[in-house]
């Protein structure tokens, strides 16, 4: 019996306790546990899986999963012993950006502030615990208080918000006798928005003491990883991070974990008896390249098409693409003639950086 494709569900648990559609890629479990790295970031476009991707790393480390293995039996993970036994063992804080979208500076502090407390909210049950200081109780409470009275807002001091996640790992830390992983999703989002919105200057110097704070002076990191679309210049936000390794779309590392190859979208249009369209989809939805890797696919499209039976552009309308109408709007006659050429199935080649710094968008005409 062919498993349900299911449009849109980033939940790991959810996909795999209603035994849908799956395109294994535990193997990024493996392949991060093994690097060594201390924190690691990496950037994809839309839709290319990266939330499914957290979800998963938090069930396989996360002690709040402790003996999920129905969750990774099949799976490649599950194949190494070593990995099985990692299973479930490790406090874990995981945290999502993605919803933070605030027209101005106070929106965007109170949507951190939102998602942080999320993550407390996770862990209220150390509040049950004697390990905790009066100070640290006072901390979950202030947060908890303010995301829930959203009209009677005693303002929270930016030093409490920026200490925040570090100060929960401490908790988590003492209370497990173990070090903590951060699972930061989609971290450029509310960046993006403070550029658009005009509040980049104000906002750069929160976003920076809270990554230092979490990232940087944390005792009590094991490891953690960051996804986004964009890399954000090292020095805008990361300032002294030098444990950072940035994973780009350039990148060889990882390269097959987010996206579907050729051969996995080709071996799943013969099982489900479409061995017919593979030349249709190639010509429709291949065409990106990771790495050293090419013909990868947009997982959403791919979704949508075996969902549907039918080619449609559906990656087009999944997300606002404010930033580049912004720059297209203001760019150059040079610069839009080349977007007419493309428009006209002709290409163009440039050279590009990689490191998006906002405040100098404006003037870099090869920022686009």
């Known amino acids: 019996m062919q498993k349900v494709i299911s449009i849109g569900k980033q939940n790991f648990v959810s996909l795999r306790e209603n035994d849908c559609f799956y395109i294994d890629k535990t193997d990024l479990i493996c392949k991060w546990w093994e690097s060594k790295d201390e924190i690691t970031l990496i950037t994809r476009p839309r839709r290319f899986g990266k939330t499914l991707n957290m979800s998963m790393l938090n069930c396989f480390f996360s002690n709040q999963f402790t ?30 950006f993605a919803a933070i979208k605030g027209s101005n500076y106070e929106d965007a502090r109170d949507g951190i502030i939102m998602a942080i407390n999320e993550a ?25 208080y303010y995301a829930k009275n959203p009209g009677i807002k005693k303002q929270v001091a930016n030093d409490t918000i920026c200490n925040a996640v570090k100060n929960l790992a401490n908790c988590l830390s003492r209370y497990y006798k173990k070090k903590v992983i951060i699972l930061l999703d989609e971290y450029d989002t509310p960046m993006q928005e403070a550029y658009l919105y005009g509040y980049w200057k104000e906002f750069t110097a929160f976003i920076r003491s809270l990554f230092n704070a979490t990232f940087k002076t944390n005792p009590y990191l094991e490891r953690a990883m960051m996804t986004g679309i964009t890399r954000v210049s090292k020095e805008s936000v990361f300032s002294d991070l030098n444990n950072l390794n940035v994973v780009t779309t350039t990148s060889t590392e990882y390269e097959t974990c987010f996206g579907f190859s050729e051969e996995e979208v080709f071996q799943v249009l013969e099982e489900r008896g479409m061995n017919n ?15 050293n890797t090419h013909d990868i696919y947009n997982p959403w499209s791919i979704t949508n098409f075996l969902d549907k039976k039918q080619v449609r552009p559906y990656w087009a309308d999944t997300s606002s693409n404010s ?27 440039v050279n590009f950086d990689e490191q998006i710094v906002f405040e100098q968008l404006d003037q870099d005409e090869n920022a686009i």
């Open 323 to 349: 930033m580049i109408d912004e720059l297209i709007r203001k760019a150059s006659t040079d610069i839009k003639e080349k977007m007419e050429e493309l428009l006209q199935g002709k290409e163009i080649v």
């Open 67 to 96: 003996g999920r293995e129905d969750l990774f039996k099949g799976l490649a993970v599950w194949k190494k012993e070593k990995y099985r036994k990692m299973q479930g063992t490790y406090p874990v804080i995981f945290l999502s």
């Open 277 to 291: 369209q593979k030349k249709l989809v190639k010509s429709w939805y291949d065409g990106f390249v990771f790495g």
């Open 120 to 144: 407390y909210s996770e862990h209220r049950y150390l509040l049950e615990s004697n390990e905790l200081t009066d100070g640290e109780r006072k901390c979950f409470e202030e947060l908890d």
